[in-house]
């Protein structure tokens, strides 16, 4: 792509960001190539903003599997907040990629990430800070190619024009193929359409621009011969794919683990849960690969979480195996293990004890529905007498609390169906016995929303005031009661979703009227406002209850020409089922159920492409789950982790990109490194034992240093220097070890009494100096400062003992034996609120008493 010239790189603009870690892209594990060595550069982009991006697995997958091309460059892109795009335009800098701040127009393609419906005018607004035109249509060889992939592209056709393609299915096969189409086209000048054409003949990708659009409710015309449905893509085995072992270390991450995924797929048959339907058939890893995950991960890493997912983790048919042998592991440096997506009697209590010696993370269980009836309807195979047991088991563990995931709106759902989930909210609070001293029950209400590629595809979605009614009805019942509460799903979030998830492509100009009108960040309930969707639909003549509407099952769906496996008279069958309360069991351990995705004995897959080369199968480590029947106790042994065998003070250096990392952030950074680095650190007693680390005064964010320490008792004794070389290789960028010294074994340390800086003037120097000078020849300089109880006045003139002109700006000694002010603020004072971009402080030197 063509270079973008004379504008300001993203990076420049640092010190004026909010929350600058999110752009710094020089986390631990990050991929940095030459781009002299790169044949194709690919920007994943999620269309969110950091801190929930870095939690996607798909995308820490999607990275290892391009990288591992040398020639190919796969680097992160994220959603800014509106503070930031603002920055953005007023300086006319364009969005960029984290890792080496590239233009994305610069870049061969990107990668966006659909993981839900209410992204898609982040798609717009990222698209827009990139200045890449929004509709494929409007783009040509000097654009990226702008792909997507995730669970929502299942029936994406409400932003299909403004994509070139599309990634059905699973991507680890299906990405690098492309990125080999893109070289191919580079290297011999092909033509955008011809591009086109050939990844059209890649198992999974999906070209909107192949397809014509005729109207509401009919077919779409498919313009390729030969390319008339398009099958999701499949990997077969698990063990042949690539999975990261040395992830990212996310600055801040929502769910910043190490993220293990032990199985795809779930045949659980949940009728309304997609992803148990997509995903299909179920695929474990295996043990010898999930061992080598959890080992080089966690040494890689020094994460002090690990969590075994899936979208069934206790159907795990190895989960009790897979767990005894990495529960010592883990305990032995206080890892905990999490283990989501627990199906109510899926975990055994000798694996619930384990886990509760390490330390308890939540306790959720998704019963979905408060009657027996109605979860026959949806096929959750949960029945009461067992949820109880389950609880039990969690209340004799040592768990104070449980959350209970609930949906309203199911199909066939009645008022005596809400009064069964407070019943049932009840009984579970009862089920805990009087040693429960901080007992809450919660409930977490969500409404239901009809999804493609599921059997209730074709059922109408509650409207928006009935979803209200019923919230309200259940609110009432639950406050008649104590130590149960309620929480719940913004009803408008649930109306907006239900309108994309299965609409057409008449919805894209709503997209971009609603864009244009200011909807942002729609998945966030302080940003979500239904009004500029809604305006938007009007303008274009649309109706908002047409698409939550029910369907016709003979009439043709957005969604008919893509493929997830399953036959149309599969979902009708399991449909009906549903009307009639029958449950359906799981085919992994029953009988096939012809769904259509397998190819086993005489069936043959509907996925007749990949079927004719791959064998696309259920694969199960065991034929039963090894926690059937009884279960062999666990001893539970817990290494003492409190001891103190040394005290070290070490000194680093913090500059560069870590400039920018908060006191907060920089906890994590060096608790991992310690891991990674093989010194075990002592941790505290208690019911959340925390490592015993401990910093001087915080430096505030955009202030280097040649000065900082931190304090560490480790269990083990070492020579300064060693740990020093053991840290050395460990750290990220710009953040140096020094040299480590001895302490007593005391808590209290010496604490600096004055700091030294360097400031360095970039604009204004002659202006800034004068009042320096002015500041220096006063007897007082009041500012306000604000306190816990309020704005107040303060002398800021004792702080500075003394100041001394350098060729680049001042050195300054502050004195911190009476007060302290975060040095940043006080220059700042000083230099009437000058802007971060005209200086620059580095703390040089730290002065004891």
Not at 760 to 779: C, G, I, P, V, Y
């Amino acid at each position: 792509m063509m270079p973008i010239r004379g504008q300001l790189p993203m990076k420049e603009l640092l010190p004026i960001l909010p929350r600058p870690s999110r752009y710094l892209g020089s986390e631990w594990g990050v991929t940095i190539k030459d781009p002299a060595n790169v044949t194709v550069r690919c920007g994943l982009a999620f269309p969110d903003m950091y801190e929930v991006g870095m939690s996607y697995l798909g995308q820490k997958i999607l990275s290892e599997t391009v990288n591992v091309h040398p020639q190919f460059w796969a680097e992160r892109v994220f959603t800014p907040c509106e503070e930031t795009a603002a920055l953005l335009r007023e300086h006319d800098t364009p969005l960029t990629t984290l890792e080496s701040d590239t233009p994305l127009g610069e870049l061969d393609a990107i990668a966006f990430s659909l993981t839900h419906e209410l992204c898609y005018t982040n798609i717009l607004y990222m698209l827009d800070l990139a200045n890449i035109p929004f509709r494929a249509a409007e783009r040509d060889t000097s654009h990226p190619l702008v792909i997507a992939g995730g669970g929502a592209t299942f029936n994406a056709e409400p932003v299909a024009p403004f994509f070139d393609a599309m990634v059905i299915g699973d991507g680890e096969e299906t990405l690098p193929a492309i990125l080999s189409s893109i070289e191919q086209a580079k290297a011999t000048g092909t033509s955008k359409d011809d591009l086109l054409k050939e990844l059209a003949t890649i198992s999974g990708v999906y070209i909107p621009s192949f397809f014509e659009d005729q109207g509401p409710h009919t077919p779409l015309k498919p313009l390729l011969p030969g390319y008339e449905t398009v099958e999701k893509a499949i990997v077969a085995d698990l063990d042949k794919a690539h999975f990261p072992r040395g992830q990212v270390l996310a600055f801040d991450a929502i769910h910043d683990r190490l993220t293990m995924e032990i199985a795809r797929g779930c045949t659980r048959g949940c009728r309304f849960c997609q992803a148990g339907m997509i995903y299909r058939p179920v695929r474990e890893r295996s043990l010898e690969t999930l061992g080598d995950i959890l080992t080089r991960g966690l040494d890689e890493t020094g994460y002090e979480e690990t969590s075994m997912l899936s979208l069934s983790t206790g159907d795990f048919s190895a989960l009790n195996t897979f767990f005894t042998s990495s529960f010592d592991q883990c305990a032995s440096e206080q890892i905990a293990i999490s283990l989501p997506s627990l199906r109510v009697g899926s975990l055994s209590s000798p694996i619930m004890e384990r886990i509760s010696s390490i330390r308890r993370t939540g306790a959720t269980i998704a019963p979905e529905a408060g009657s027996q009836r109605l979860r026959d309807v949806i096929n959750k195979g949960v029945d009461e007498e067992g949820l109880l047991e389950h609880v039990r088991m969690l209340f004799e563990n040592g768990w104070q609390g449980v959350k209970l995931y609930f949906m309203i709106g199911l199909p066939t759902e009645t008022d005596a169906d809400l009064d069964a989930i407070v019943n049932l909210c009840l009984k579970v609070r009862d089920a805990a016995g009087r040693h429960i001293k901080r007992l809450q029950v919660t409930a977490a209400v969500s409404p239901f929303v009809p999804k493609p590629q599921t059997p209730f595809q074709w059922e109408p979605q509650i409207s928006y005031d009935e979803i209200y009614r019923r919230i309200g009805y259940l609110r009432d019942q639950f406050r008649r009661h104590k130590r149960i509460s309620m929480r719940f799903h913004e009803p408008e979030m649930t109306s907006l979703e239900g309108v994309f998830s299965r609409g057409d492509r008449r919805l894209a100009e709503v997209v971009e009227k609603a864009y244009a009108k200011g909807a942002l960040f729609s998945s966030w309930k302080d940003h979500l406002r239904l009004e500029p969707y809604k305006e938007a639909m009007d303008e274009a003549g649309l109706s908002w209850d047409e698409f939550i509407g029910s369907r016709d099952p003979e009439g043709a769906l957005p969604w008919d020409h893509l493929s997830c496996g399953l036959t149309k008279k599969y979902l009708l069958k399991e449909r009906n089922r549903a009307l009639d309360e029958k449950i359906t069991e799981d085919c992994r351990y029953n009988a096939c159920h012809n769904c259509g995705v397998c190819g086993v004995g005489e069936k043959k897959s509907t996925l007749k492409e990949q079927a004719k080369i791959k064998d696309i199968r259920p694969r199960m480590i065991f034929e039963e789950r090894d926690q059937e029947g009884e279960q062999p106790p666990y001893s539970v042994e817990i290494p003492d982790l409190t001891i103190k065998a040394a005290h070290f003070r070490l000194w680093y250096e913090k500059n560069g990109p870590a400039t920018y990392l908060s006191q907060l952030e920089l906890q994590a950074v060096f608790e991992r490194a310690f891991r990674r680095a093989g010194l075990p650190m002592s941790f505290s007693a208690g019911f959340h034992p925390m490592p015993r680390l401990s910093f001087g005064k915080a430096l505030p964010v955009g202030v280097s240093s040649a000065a900082e320490w931190i304090n560490v008792y480790l269990r083990e004794d070492f020579e300064p220097v060693e740990v020093i070389k053991r840290l050395m290789p460990t750290m990220p960028l710009g953040l140096k070890p020094l040299k480590a010294d001895r302490l007593s074994m005391g808590k209290k340390q010496p604490q600096a009494v004055e700091e030294v800086f360097e400031l360095s003037l970039a604009h204004n120097q002659e202006a800034h100096l004068a009042r320096w000078k002015d500041f220096m020849e006063t007897d007082k300089y009041i500012v306000e400062k604000r306190t816990k109880k309020g704005m107040k006045n303060f002398d800021i003139r004792p702080l500075v003992k003394e100041i001394t002109e350098t060729e680049t700006g001042l050195t300054l000694v502050l004195d911190w034996r009476e007060a302290y002010m975060s040095p940043l603020v006080l220059s700042k004072h000083v230099m009437n609120d000058a802007s971060p971009l005209e200086f620059q402080l580095t703390k040089v030197a730290q002065r004891f008493s």
